[in-house]
């Protein structure tokens, strides 16, 4: 059995006085893609916050680790330096800081090395070609005027450039078109290339699975993981919906 990289033993997390997710455990091991789906309010894109340290979600019970180390407590930022990455559901514009100076700053924080420029730029500009983005956006400030398709390549670009070992992808396919679905879903393909890369796709729809490989798929009802199988879950939810698990 692989060595998992991610482990979630039995989390309840709040937000204030309402409790949201209801005893959760998962395990990720590094390579495989899980797809959490479920209906609106299931506590899907709370699952993504709690994994990445969002201050916003109290954890009042059970245990997150990452290998070996324990991060139940641990920042966002420590998470984001140990190779966790989160793709926002509605992506933050962040006036005064381009594009490219993120990503650069983004992968100093994480590497702790100078930057070389040449090849941070020929890298970005392939994976900017790859997702059909005009490289003017490079020097563009973060997501401000950026269509709801090009943020949400954006966060993909980030994934490309930042290469984490454990990304949580949280509705990224939300809103857009079939054509950047396409080029969204290529992104990720391209991702999935890093054998040790693991990724955790958080959708209520099936459109960004179509052309991905599928390990594992859970359906999250009322805060708790209700059923776990593999790719033809996703057959399933797509033939009858969520009618089934509710």
């Known amino acids: 059995m692989a060595e998992k990289l991610i482990r979630i033993e039995n989390i309840r997390a709040s937000v204030g006085e309402e409790e949201i997710l209801k005893d959760v455990s998962l395990q990720i091991a590094p390579g495989e893609t899980h797809v959490l789906m479920g209906p609106n309010g299931a506590g899907k894109s709370t699952l993504g916050n709690v994994l990445m ?47 490219d100076e993120f990503i650069r700053n983004a992968l100093r924080q994480k590497t702790g090395k100078p930057i070389k420029i040449f090849q941070f730029k020929k890298q970005l500009a392939e994976a900017m070609e790859l997702l059909g983005m005009d490289e003017s956006y490079a020097a563009r400030d973060l997501n401000v005027g950026f269509s709801g398709g090009e943020k949400k390549k954006a966060e ?12 949580i992808l949280d509705e990224t396919d939300s809103g857009l078109d079939v054509d950047a679905v396409r080029m969204v879903s290529k992104g990720i393909e391209e991702y999935q290339k890093r054998q040790d890369g693991a990724l955790l796709i958080i959708t209520h729809s099936t459109r960004i699975l179509e052309s991905l490989k599928v390990d594992y798929t859970h359906i999250i009802v009322k805060g708790k993981i ?21």
């Open 53 to 99: 340290g969002s201050p916003v979600y109290q954890v009042t019970d059970g245990k997150i680790f990452f290998g070996e180390d324990e991060i139940t407590k641990e920042s966002a930022d420590k998470r984001a330096r140990r190779g966790m990455f989160l793709s926002f559901q509605n992506p933050l514009e962040v006036p005064g800081l381009s594009l």
């Open 226 to 246: 209700v059923k776990t199988g593999g790719p033809e879950l996703v057959d399933l939810i797509n033939e009858n919906g969520f009618e089934a698990f509710l």
């Open 156 to 167: 993909i670009l980030q994934l490309l450039m930042l290469q984490p070992e454990f990304a």
